[in-house]
């Protein structure tokens, strides 16, 4: 809940070099939308997909959806 009502929270792990492309992705999406970038020391038993396709289809799907 957020300070003026209901909130989405979407967590994602992504690599350094994508940051760019998903915050264009977010502010395309939601140009008010709050995000936080933080710092990973650690991660196990992930899937990190080698094309960068897949987020460009969930947000796409997201937004058409609304």
Do not use: Q, W
Not at 31 to 40: H, L, R, T, W
Not at 43 to 50: D, K, L, Q, V, Y
């Amino acid at each position: 809940m957020g300070n003026t009502g209901a909130v989405k929270i979407i967590f994602t792990m992504i690599k350094r070099g994508d940051i760019p492309e998903v915050t264009e992705m977010i502010k395309c999406f939601n140009p008010k939308a709050f995000y936080s970038i933080e710092e990973v020391h650690s991660a196990s038993e992930g899937i990190f997909p080698t094309h960068r396709t897949t987020l460009s289809k969930f947000m796409k799907f997201e937004k058409e959806g609304k």
